[in-house]
T-cell receptor, first 114, second 111 residues
Framework: QKEVEQDPGPLSVPEGAIVSLNCTYS??????FMWYRQYSRKGPELLMY????GNKEDGRFTAQVDKSSKYISLFIRDSQPSDSATYLC??????????????FGPGTSLSVIP | DGGITQSPKYLFRKEGQNVTLSCEQN?????MYWYRQDPGQGLRLIYY???????QKGDIAEGYSVSREKKESFPLTVTSAQKNPTAFYLC??????????FGAGTRLSVL
């Protein structure tokens, strides 16, 4: 079993839809969770960062962590064609000074159709 | 503008050849990283460096080498020992407890 799993998609939704992107993980020690957005042929950029369980909202984006189920989600409201990208989840067990312990998921490809 | 510059965008390697990927940052970040991205797999860490003149192997360092002679620069050499080099290579940098910033990547293919 991989440490972090994501449905690779592709996920295709109409403009304005609510999108749900998910990751499952196996290491119960993970407590720092991140979502990155990666446009085609570009490097990833950080979208959301959360610690432990609960929800965090930033504009149209909501990150949700359920540590009891080892499951994290990213919700996108009122999706736009500009949201079309690959979304990577990432997580680690400590807020260290460097990122060498961070584990990345394989990413979910999202297309928002006008 | 502050950021991370990777060059070239596309690179082709012949059999038995070593190639070097460039990564330069002007963010004044101490830590720098090289990741490899393959379809269907998460980013995998090749090498990282937390200070000048020091670097550590990541999860898949075999067939790769790096140097960190300057804070701004962290070049990656893909040696002929790396038998499956075709991938998208990403350089990143960070400060302690800060976010991870990525470059735009280099796509390496084998001729």
């Amino acid at each position: 079993q991989k440490e972090v799993e994501q449905d690779p998609g592709p996920l295709s939704v109409p403009e304005g839809a609510i999108v749900s992107l998910n990751c499952t993980y196996s290491n119960s020690a993970f407590q720092y969770f991140m979502w990155y957005r990666q446009y085609s042929r570009k490097g990833p950029e950080l979208l959301m960062y959360t610690y432990s369980s609960g929800n965090k909202e930033d504009g149209r984006f909501t990150a949700q962590v359920d540590k009891s189920s080892k499951y994290i989600s990213l919700f996108i409201r009122d999706s736009q064609p500009s949201d079309s990208a690959t979304y990577l989840c990432a997580m680690s067990d400590s807020r260290e000074t460097s990122y060498d312990k961070v584990i990345f998921g394989p990413g979910t490809s999202l297309s928002v159709i006008p | 503008d502050g950021g991370i510059t990777q060059s070239p965008k596309y690179l082709f390697r012949k059999e038995g050849q070593n190639v070097t990927l460039s990564c330069e940052q002007n963010l004044n970040h101490d830590a720098m990283y090289w990741y490899r991205q393959d379809p269907g797999q998460g980013l995998r860490l090749i090498y990282y460096s937390q200070i000048v003149n020091d670097f550590q192997k990541g999860d898949i360092a075999e067939g790769y080498s790096v140097s960190r002679e300057k804070k701004e620069s962290f070049p990656l050499t893909v040696t002929s020992a790396q038998k499956n080099p075709t991938a998208f290579y990403l350089c990143a940098s960070s400060i302690a407890y800060g976010s991870l910033y990525f470059g735009a990547g280099t796509r390496l293919s084998v001729l």
